[in-house]
């Protein structure tokens, strides 16, 4: 009965560990690179994401971000453009709205108080 018992707690303790975010996903620059993360997967409709700048140099930044699905035969071009909001510390959320599923651009563009403006790049399928 005590092996028994010891197979059910670790069962659940490795599946509490596994908790964690339901979407990671890391855009890039050569300046920097942005972890976005979500505690439920993308989906179409509003979606809230998490994002943390890699570089100390950014971190104090503004930052928007641009969710875009190019037109295609017979479809629109779409997108959804927000400004994130700072949480401090190079973290960020904002909420952006995907309208249909399909591979959508992401561009996320880091305005530092001083230099230049950066652009990271990655792509979401949903």
């Known amino acids: 009965m005590k092996t028994f018992t010891k197979i059910i707690l670790t069962a659940l303790l490795g599946v509490s560990l596994l908790q964690g975010a339901a979407f990671e996903k890391v855009a890039k620059s050569r300046a ?3 972890m976005m993360s979500s505690e439920k997967p993308l989906s ?9 700048v890699g570089h100390k140099n950014y971190k104090d930044s503004t930052m928007k ?4 699905m190019p037109a295609m ?3 629109p071009y779409m997108e959804s453009i927000t400004d994130a ?3 401090g510390n190079g973290k960020f959320t904002t909420n952006v709205n995907i309208s249909m599923g399909g591979t959508w651009q992401v561009h996320i563009f ?3 108080k001083t230099g230049k403006k950066v652009r990271a790049k990655t792509s979401l399928n949903i």
Do not use: A, D, H, W
Not at 44 to 52: D, R
Not at 65 to 68: E, G, I, R, S, Y
């Open 32 to 34: 920097t690179q942005i």
């Open 44 to 52: 179409t409709g509003n979606n809230t994401i998490l994002l943390e």
């Open 65 to 68: 971000v641009k969710v875009f």
């Open 73 to 75: 035969p017979g479809m």
């Open 85 to 87: 909001k700072s949480l």
């Open 110 to 112: 880091l305005t530092p």
